[in-house]
């Protein structure tokens, strides 16, 4: 069996208590000496940050603040809102906010940063007064807990020599009960010794009583006095030890949070006209704006003719009477017809780019924006934007000259809707062929229009400086037969052979091509200077628009039945230009890609290779 455990002693679990009580008030006074540093430091160093960055925005503001800028200054409190006066707000703006940055460090510095430093050094002051007053409570109540200790402790052993008191009274009082005596013992000794006992029982019942009253009054005294130092010494210790300090953290708080409500409305307000006023920035205002300020792009000075010499005429005029020949004859119908193609070229030319742009933009909607084919797929894009911007700027200029031609009396309507009507028919004859491919599988939906299907537009393709603008006009169909070999390059083209008899029916899509049809029913276009045409009036030229060689003749038969010329006849050998070229002086030769030359004299070896392929 184990012995019932060990007490202290009253006085001392006191003593120990308040060892801790001081402790604990020391801890939370530290606690809340580190909470005031803490936002001390903390705003300090907010108020240099503050300070910092309302500088920074100022230095930022201040060197776009400067410039001047050449237009769109308007006033931004009315509704006309530019990008510059946009600009120039939002800048006044930042302004105003690096202004307000910098009342919020003042702000931080003063009423918090300062105020706290004071705060803690009384506060540490308050520490060591209530620190001293505390001991001396918790003194007094000690020496009244001691007290009661030794009070207790008299009452204690008081109480057990009263009951060792009380047993030997008893077994004298049962030794005497039994009246029985020893060999040298009598009754009256006996007797005497009971008394003896008894009064001795009598005085400790009375040290106990006494005893115990002092420890009871002792006992209230001691939880009196203990009441007393729990309810009114310690909080009275407790409230000088915190003094003002919840009040002023309280007030830290406020003034914190005021100043960034402060700050962010007064910011808030400031940029809530430029949110509203951005959506009144447009393009068409501006550009208004601009346009209005830059007279220079808004007057439009037409480009006015200026006649020759002597010459009083300032308007087109047709050939005059009485001139003979082919250079007289009908050259204004001849621009007629060349402006009309070139207006269905340029159309035809729109709805191939119209096509392919609907086609790559379908195939760019597909693809996402890491993939490696949509570059190439934007290249083709642009190209086609532009392939359309040069086909709607050239028929425009077609339609202008048609229209110059209209007013001189020239019926371009005709030639327009002749036109018109075959360029129609290719388109449809193109959709026709492209359904029946996609039908038999042969393409897909996504491929059925690309940027090589049709041919990029080129105002080299109108160019006329091979052809005579006052040479005759064919009547369709017409025989014709071919002087030099053409090998297709490309699917509407036509393979023709050497002494090849053809039947042209039309013009060609452009300058210097025909289409035209073979012995074998075969359709395409052909070089039109590569074919011998019978000329009207009885002349014939060949080949056609060079005029090397001119026989008289009655009937396209026999012009047709005529002997093939050499190479001698023409020169060294006919050529067919690869690339465009400009004569850099008088003695060279100007000419344009496809244009057919005559090479009048080479060395002896290039001289035999033209004439073997000729041969």
Request: with cysteine; charged share 30%.
């Amino acid at each position: 069996m184990q012995p019932p455990p060990r007490k202290a002693k009253v006085y001392q679990e006191v003593r120990t208590l308040h060892s801790e009580q001081l402790a604990r008030l020391q801890a939370k006074h530290q606690l809340e000496s580190d909470l005031l540093e803490d936002i001390r430091t903390f705003c300090k160093q907010r108020a240099a940050i503050e300070k910092e960055y309302s500088q920074a925005l100022q230095k930022l503001t201040a060197q776009y603040m400067k410039k001047e800028w050449a237009f769109g200054q308007t006033d931004s409190k009315t509704d006309s809102w530019t990008i510059f006066s946009a600009w120039r707000f939002l800048l006044e703006g930042t302004v105003s906010a690096a202004q307000t940055r910098q009342t919020v460090s003042d702000m931080f510095r003063c009423q918090i940063s300062d105020a706290a430093r004071f705060v803690r050094a009384a506060k540490e002051q308050q520490l060591k007064k209530c620190s001293d007053q505390l001991q001396e409570a918790q003194a007094d109540l000690a020496t009244t807990v001691k007290e009661l200790h030794k009070t207790r402790s008299k009452y204690q052993d008081f109480g057990r020599a009263a009951l060792q008191a009380r047993e030997r009274a008893s077994e004298a009082e049962t030794r005497n009960s039994k009246r029985s005596s020893g060999l040298f013992q009598f009754k009256g000794s006996l007797q005497k010794a009971n008394a003896k006992l008894s009064a001795r029982l009598v005085e400790c019942n009375a040290r106990v009583r006494q005893a115990r009253n002092d420890y009871i009054l002792c006992l209230a005294a001691a939880n009196a006095h203990q009441e007393h130092y729990y309810d009114v010494s310690m909080p009275m210790i407790m409230q000088t030890l915190d003094g003002d300090v919840y009040e002023r953290f309280s007030e830290y708080f406020k003034v914190f949070a005021q100043t960034e409500l402060e700050a962010c409305c007064h910011i808030q307000e400031t940029f809530k006209i430029l949110l509203p006023a951005a959506d009144k920035v447009s393009r068409e205002n501006s550009h208004q704006i601009f346009l209005r300020d830059t007279p220079c792009i808004t007057q439009v000075k037409p480009f006015i003719f200026q006649p020759a010499d002597s010459d009083p005429v300032s308007k087109l005029e047709g050939p005059e009477e009485g001139i003979e020949g082919l250079e007289g004859e009908n050259c204004l119908e001849k621009e007629a017809r060349k402006w009309a193609t070139r207006i269905a070229r340029s159309h035809k030319q729109l709805v191939h780019s119209q096509l392919v742009l609907s086609n790559l933009e379908e195939q760019l909607s597909q693809l996402q924006l890491v993939e490696t084919p949509r570059q190439g797929l934007e290249a083709k894009l642009v190209e086609a934007q532009n392939n359309r911007h040069k086909a709607e700027t050239e028929k425009l200029r077609a339609e202008a000259c048609l229209a110059v031609l209209e007013q001189a009396g020239v019926a371009v309507q005709d030639w327009l809707s002749s036109a018109m009507s075959r360029t129609n028919e290719e388109l449809e004859r193109e959709q026709q062929s492209n359904e029946s491919r996609l039908s038999n599988g042969e393409l897909s939906p996504t491929n059925s229009f690309s940027l090589d299907t049709f041919d990029d537009f080129d105002g080299r393709a109108f160019d006329d400086s091979g052809s005579s603008p006052t040479s005759t006009w064919r009547h369709y169909p017409q025989k014709c037969k071919v002087f030099y070999k053409y090998q297709a390059n490309q699917p509407d083209e036509l393979t023709i052979d050497k002494d090849d008899i053809l039947e042209v029916i039309e013009d060609g899509d452009m300058e210097d091509w025909v289409k035209a049809r073979d012995a074998a029913g075969n359709v395409g276009y052909v070089p039109e200077k590569y074919l011998q045409f019978p000329e009207p009036g009885g002349l014939t030229m060949s080949p056609s628009a060079d005029g090397l060689s001119h026989s008289s003749s009655n009937s396209i038969e026999h012009e047709i039945a005529m002997p093939s010329p050499t190479a001698e006849d023409f020169g060294v050998c006919l050529a067919r230009a690869l690339y465009d070229y400009n004569g850099q002086t008088d003695e060279e030769l100007s000419f344009s890609e496809g244009a057919v030359l005559r090479i009048m004299q080479k060395d002896g070896e290039a001289a035999e290779e033209c004439r073997q392929c000729l041969g």
